[in-house]
């Protein structure tokens, strides 16, 4: 366990019972058992505190405390750069993952029959906007997945001398196949191919050092697995690519004067942040920035793997759970290729019923995948899987 310095507020039940220490922190658990983190998270007590704090500032006290307020985003950058293991002028941030997407796809200086390859069943927000670029010439190669996996073999089959970028969520949606990024990346970059990642359904809970796995263009949005507000995500834009992607949307935050009203020049920022073109969602980022907080204090304290092997087991528990009373589960076979996502069926009931019934006994899913999907998150612990087992098999 690496040894670092505690902070003032540290709380030394961080470093004996992680996990106990976090759920204490999601008032949602006094009622649910809240297993729906891949749709939307609750938010964690941080972030609600710190949704409050700005809404009693902004009452109370206005822009005299914006300096403070800004101050907040310039945190939350630091704190993602330290995240991902990426530089802070690498990372800037945006309404939500779609956003983070289109900034590449509408930015990308693309040509007539240039190519995107990206894999079947992505979430729509991953296919759209490079389908959008058909006016533009560019066409969009869907490459089936084999049972919900991506396999890299299937992808560069696809892949030829077009090709400008592969496309691909780190976690599926609904199959919750976490893919293989150090194989595809290394073999897409010596075919001269760039990669884009959708990490919505991964970031905060598994590592992700950009400075090893060499992701160009990343996004996601904060209100799943990092347990903040809807509307506020993040965007990586690598240092070597800032000047390849055209900036569509400038405004007054875009540029290196930011607040040389009177005599505007367009010079646009020397950082990923030049894709920030107005107003931040200061409340937003106040509120992420408490949650990410969280996450990296357990990672400074127990490792930048402990969320993620934590996730891994409980949902593995969760499969054996279901398994044993004799329901169908959709997992990946392999522990590198597992998520916190549990994807199961119920034979012979309608997955929106099942998930209707599991509400009403406090337990909380989604139905994708043609099946009810459980999202487990690093602060539920058994008594919620045991309880959205026994709230399915009565049905």
């Known amino acids: 366990m690496p040894s670092t310095p505690s902070p003032p507020d540290f709380d030394p039940q961080i470093r004996s019972d992680p996990w106990g220490w976090w759920r204490k922190k ?10 729906d983190h891949a749709a939307v998270g609750p938010l964690s007590m941080p972030a609600a505190a710190a949704l409050r ?6 009452e109370r006290e206005g822009d005299t405390v914006w300096p403070t307020w800004a101050g907040r985003v310039e945190t939350l950058r630091h704190a993602f750069a330290e ?15 779609s956003a983070g997407i ?3 796809a509408e930015g990308f200086p693309w040509q007539s029959g240039d190519s995107v390859v990206i894999p079947d069943g992505e979430f729509p927000s991953n296919l759209y906007p490079w389908q959008n670029q058909a006016s533009r010439g560019v066409e969009v190669r869907i490459v089936p997945r084999r049972d919900g996996r991506v396999e890299p073999e299937d992808l560069f089959e696809h892949v030829d001398e077009s090709t400008r970028m592969i496309s691909l969520s780190w976690v599926g949606y609904a199959s919750g196949f976490r893919a293989d990024l150090e194989a595809i990346i290394q073999r897409a970059h010596a ?21 090893k796995i060499d ?5 996601a949005d904060g209100h799943k697995w990092l347990l903040g507000p809807e509307g506020y995500g993040v965007a990586v834009i690598r240092k070597r690519h800032l000047e390849r992607l055209r900036c569509c949307s400038v405004g007054w935050n875009s540029v290196r004067n930011t607040f040389n009203y009177a005599e505007p020049k367009l010079d646009l920022r ?3 942040a030049r894709f920030e073109p107005g107003s931040a969602n200061m409340s937003a980022a106040a509120a992420l920035g408490a949650s990410v907080a969280m996450f990296n204090m357990i990672r400074q304290t127990h490792g930048p793997n402990a969320i993620g092997d934590r996730v891994l087991a409980l949902a593995t528990e969760l499969d054996d759970r279901l398994r044993a009373v004799g329901l169908p589960t959709q997992i990946p076979s392999k522990r590198q290729h597992r998520s916190g996502i549990v994807t199961f069926g119920v034979p012979g009931q309608d997955p929106a019923a099942v998930r209707n019934r ?12 043609g099946g009810i999907r459980a999202g487990v998150h690093a602060y539920n612990d058994s008594s919620d899987l045991e309880r959205l087992v026994d709230a399915v098999a009565s049905t």
């Open 26 to 35: 999601m008032p949602i658990t006094e009622k649910w058992a809240y297993l």
């Open 53 to 58: 704090n700005y809404a009693d500032e902004a």
């Open 83 to 97: 995240l991902l293991h990426a530089e802070t002028d690498e990372v800037c941030f945006v309404p939500n993952t």
């Open 102 to 104: 289109n900034l590449v």
């Open 191 to 211: 075919q001269g191919v760039l990669v884009f990642l959708d990490a919505i359904q991964g970031l905060g809970v598994f590592d992700l050092d950009l400075q």
């Open 215 to 219: 992701v160009d263009f990343l996004a």
């Open 270 to 272: 020397r950082t990923a």
């Open 358 to 369: 599991a509400i009403e006994q406090g337990c909380v899913v989604s139905c994708r995948g």
